[in-house]
């Protein structure tokens, strides 16, 4: 059979040696070879470097957000391929979803925020302008851009889509490009699903390259440039951190390994509560989803020591229904693990965490299955532990990577958090409670070994997605034992990718280097009003000063008998007087903001199509009855929308009164209309 390519430096490359076999996790024949026998892994990286690096960065993020929807949408018409193609390493229809549309949909949301929460530029601005000197003419801005290097990427075998897809998309939306390297059980799926990626031709020549088998000489070649995101043992994830290169050179690196995830019953969860039955369906889920091979799975669940029977005895009835065997069978709920070493492996550490307590369900010896060969497949039981003495080191230092769990009692909140954070560190925990007190108090106890925290109770749990369903917008990582990293997270995965840069100067550098309007830059006031300009007409800069109008008490009494806003210090003189922030009866501040919309706004059909919204409004200087107001509107930032006919355009607005002292200053919103749609 031959052995499985690798793309690198633009080709699929043929390995030189016959490679390790690859087995069906079901049926134990062999289904593919691994090798990466000749592939050059400094050109490799130089590769990504030299020719996939330039190519995202000449792409804004909307640019490089818009290729990842059109690669998940061209995925998603090639899903039946990887959903089959998966059933050889023992995962069900279920998981395979779990796994490949859980990648998609990463590609989708990252696309989404990409083109909601980043500009349409290639640099990302942290923060706002800090000033530096009293006269306004030296100031700083923190500013992100993209790694000159590659992100590598090391993924494990229990999620061959999704664990690439989701290191993939952040670091493209960054402009960095990716070197993929797939655990070798599974590295069939991965290789088809690039296969299926570089055949699209949607992504930059460069920006994707894979590689199938051993890492080789690979962290020889990284430099202070690059990126390393490693999915896997604790103990792999320690050595690769410390390997000479990635020391020296300070190469950023991001672990998720091991995790004795716990889950918590609260004491008001009884028998007959939902809460009760929501904790035993999530254990058993989390149990038998993806064969218990989940870096999420629950391995330690905390029960109140009086309700310990009544949950070992619910749980156990559960798993009962589980059918295991063939996962093309569509009665199986739970299919092989990946091969049988690791089938091994978790026979290993049940045997330590037996002789802790005592099995409620299962044998981690034999398991009885539907449509296939229980010994030639890598299949096994699930087993449910209780142990009684909950301060075992046992439940709390050993991990066995299948559907393995441990029930454990406790007597007080504070007793549940100590013994949640014996695991050293974990990607979620959660917590079954109707009782926000308990609730509370757990979830900031435990937070610090916790990357993150679902509480579930009868209110949430129809919108749930799960104790072990990890979602793109949200931090995915733990500290200490779990690998002390984060994946994902919306705009935080896509800012691991680059280098955040405080750059000091003059307001009118600031404005060039950041293509955004900075106060104290220059100002283009012309004889054409800017609303009167489509997109591609407008600068940065482009200016109109408005005004003055001054504000009567005939204005402030009329607003407050229109909007019903009769607050003291507009309708009282002696209480406004009182006030120790007003000399007497002050406008309105949404009064001022409407005063300066009439002052600047245009009012015939044109380019701007519509307000859609103030950001960072702040009323600074009371505005008095016979007050002048004048208003100075600035093009802020201008964002093309890709692919619409229209763009954003933020306007600096700054409102002032006769003295020149700022009355309002805040962020107008407007969208505009490009000249040719």
């Known amino acids: 059979m031959a052995p499985l390519s690798s793309y690198v430096t633009g080709s699929w490359h043929v390995p030189r040696d016959e490679g390790l076999p690859l087995h069906d996790a079901v049926t134990g024949e062999e289904v593919a070879r691994i090798s990466s026998a000749g592939v050059d892994f400094g050109a490799a990286l130089s590769y990504g470097r030299r020719v996939g690096g330039p190519a995202l960065r000449e792409l804004t993020f909307h640019q490089r957000a818009a290729l990842l929807k059109a690669l998940a949408s061209h995925l998603l018409e090639h899903r039946d391929e990887l959903y089959e193609l998966s059933l050889r390493t023992g995962a069900t229809l279920g998981d395979s979803k779990f796994d490949v549309d859980g990648g998609i949909g990463v590609l989708f949301s990252f696309s989404s925020k990409g083109r909601r929460e980043l500009p349409n530029d290639r640099v990302h601005l942290d923060g706002g302008v800090e000033p530096l000197g009293k006269g306004g003419t030296f100031v700083a801005q923190h500013v992100h851009t993209p790694l000159r290097g590659v992100a590598v990427q090391i993924n494990a075998f229990n999620f061959p889509v999704w664990g690439p897809l989701e290191k993939l998309a952040p670091a493209f939306v960054a402009g960095v490009p990716s070197l993929i390297k797939p655990a070798g059980q599974t590295a069939y799926v991965t290789a088809r699903l690039v296969e299926l990626i570089i055949g699209s ?3 930059p020549e460069g920006s994707l390259q894979l590689v199938c088998g051993s890492a080789g000489d690979l962290f020889e070649h990284l430099t202070e440039q690059d990126l390393v995101a490693f999915t896997g043992s ?5 050595k690769l951190r410390t390997h000479p290169v990635v020391a020296a050179r300070s190469v950023r690196f991001n672990a998720e390994a091991d995790s004795l995830n716990c889950s918590i019953l609260g004491p008001d969860a009884v028998p007959g509560t939902p809460e009760f039955d929501l904790f035993v369906k999530q254990l058993v889920t989390e149990m038998t989803v993806k064969a218990g091979q989940k870096c999420t799975a629950i391995r330690r669940a905390f029960v109140p020591a009086e309700l310990i029977g ?8 559960r798993l009962a229904k589980v059918t295991v065997g063939n996962p093309a069978d569509p009665s199986v709920r739970m299919g092989a693990l990946a091969s049988l070493g690791q089938r091994e492996e978790v026979r290993r550490a049940l045997k330590a965490l037996i002789q802790a307590g005592s099995v409620v369900y299962g044998d981690p010896e034999r398991v009885e299955v539907v449509g296939a060969d229980a010994e030639r497949g890598a299949f096994i039981s699930p087993v449910l532990l209780r142990v009684d003495d909950p301060d075992r080191p046992e439940p709390h230092e050993v991990e066995a990577f299948g559907p393995v769990s441990t029930l454990m009692p406790y007597t007080s909140g504070d007793q549940v958090v100590e013994l949640a954070a014996r695991g050293q560190g974990s990607l979620v925990g959660s917590v079954v409670t109707g009782d926000r007190d308990f609730a509370r108090d757990v979830v900031l106890g435990v937070a610090p070994w ?3 925290l679902l509480v579930l109770d009868r209110e949430c749990a129809k919108e749930s997605t799960g104790h072990g369903s990890p979602l ?9 034992r779990a690998g002390g990293g984060e994946e994902m997270g919306g705009i935080r995965g896509v800012l691991h990718h680059m280098n955040r840069t405080a750059v000091q100067g003059s307001p009118a550098v600031l404005a060039a280097v950041t293509g955004r309007w900075v106060s104290g830059a220059e100002r283009a006031v012309t004889d054409v ?4 300009k489509h997109l591609e ?7 109109v000063v408005a005004g003055p109008r001054a504000v009567t008490l005939d204005d402030i009494e009329h607003f407050a008998e229109f909007t019903g806003d009769t607050f003291y210090a507009h309708m009282d003189e002696e209480a406004a007087r009182a006030n120790p922030f007003f000399d007497g009866r002050v406008a309105h501040g949404y009064l001022i903001v409407s005063l300066a919309a009439g002052l600047f706004v245009d009012p015939d059909p044109g380019p701007v199509l519509a307000n859609y919204g103030l950001e960072n409004l702040r009323f600074l200087t009371p505005v008095y009855p016979g007050d002048e107001l004048t208003v100075t509107l600035t093009a802020k930032q201008i964002d093309p929308r890709e692919g619409a006919s229209y763009g954003e355009v933020r306007w600096d607005t700054d409102v002032t009164k006769q003295d020149g002292s700022s009355v309002a200053k805040y962020d107008v919103l407007t969208l505009v209309a490009k000249r040719e749609g």
Do not use: K
Request: proline letters at 8%; aromatic letters at 2%.
């Open 472 to 480: 793109p917008v949200l931090v995915h990582g733990g500290p200490g």
């Open 234 to 238: 604790a103990s792999t994830a320690q």
């Open 529 to 532: 009003h800017p609303f009167r």
């Open 201 to 203: 031709g949607i992504l």
């Open 537 to 543: 007409e407008l600068r940065v800069g482009d200016t």
């Open 450 to 452: 916790h990357g993150r």
């Open 310 to 317: 009544e949950v070992a005895e619910a749980a156990a009835a």
